[in-house]
């Protein structure tokens, strides 16, 4: 069985820095392209960020730019998401997602298995 | 970056209603759509992939349309647990923008 466990939320002040982590069990880990996204409270959902199975390949949304990094451990079939400048708009649920393939090319960078989310809330 | 509008944003049906859903790309993503479904406080769910492909385990009253630009998620007769919000995402190009949703609520 697939299992995707969030962790690293909390409350961080505006300016500062955090590092989420995913654990990932019931799957080659490393075979697989895994994916970022955040739902900030009471609104849509927003593509965060991707990498590829050999974590060789990255892909950020716009909004994130030069201050999040995504990287993946897969001696660990752990991935993370260092998240360095966050500003109030950062606030969110963060979760890890999972693609059906190694890279992100053709569509095939649809998530179908999630993690349960991670809270991050940027405040003074 | 390719934009998504669905629509509507909100949708009143009943139960045993068809409803369909539209979402609209600023320019052409072939076949590269995606269709999840988010209840409150819970993880999406994928539904469809590749614009019309059903996901393992989801009910057949689902499906999806279209190609280009235009895209649709229909569902043939609406279940009370369908009763959530619906989300497109297009996977043409990075990033992967999500639509803004459309929640469906029970008229």
């Known amino acids: ?124 | 970056d390719i934009q998504l509008t669905q629509s509507p944003s909100f949708l009143s049906a009943s139960v045993g209603d068809r409803v369909t859903i539209t979402c609209r790309a600023s320019q052409g993503i072939s076949s590269y759509l995606a269709w999840y479904q988010q209840k409150p406080g819970k993880a999406p769910k994928l539904l469809i992939y590749a614009a019309s492909t059903l996901q393992s385990g989801v009910p057949s009253r689902f499906s999806g349309s279209g190609s280009g630009t235009e895209f649709t998620l229909t569902i043939s007769s609406l279940q009370p647990e369908d009763f959530a919000t619906y989300y497109c995402q297009q996977l043409n190009s990075y990033s992967y923008t999500f639509g803004q949703g459309t929640k469906l609520e029970i008229k």
């Not at chain 1, 996204?37 to 009471?42: F, K, S, Y």
């Not at chain 1, 201050?67 to 998401?81: A, G």
Request: charged share 15%; with cysteine; aromatic share 12%.
């Open chain 1, 1 to 124: 069985e697939v299992q995707l466990l969030e962790s690293g939320g909390g409350l961080v002040q505006p300016g500062g820095s955090l590092r989420l982590s995913c654990a990932a069990s019931g799957f080659t880990f490393s075979s697989y392209a895994m994916s970022w996204v955040r739902q900030a409270p009471g609104k849509g959902l927003e593509w965060v960020s991707a990498i590829s199975g050999s974590g060789g390949s990255t892909y950020y949304a716009d909004s994130v730019k030069g201050r999040f990094t995504i990287s993946r451990d897969n001696s660990k079939n752990t991935l993370y998401l260092q998240m360095n400048s966050l500003r109030a708009e950062d606030t969110a649920v963060y979760y890890c997602a999972k693609a059906p393939e190694t890279y992100c090319s053709g569509g095939s960078c649809y998530l179908h298995y999630w993690g349960q989310g991670t809270l991050v809330t940027v405040s003074s």
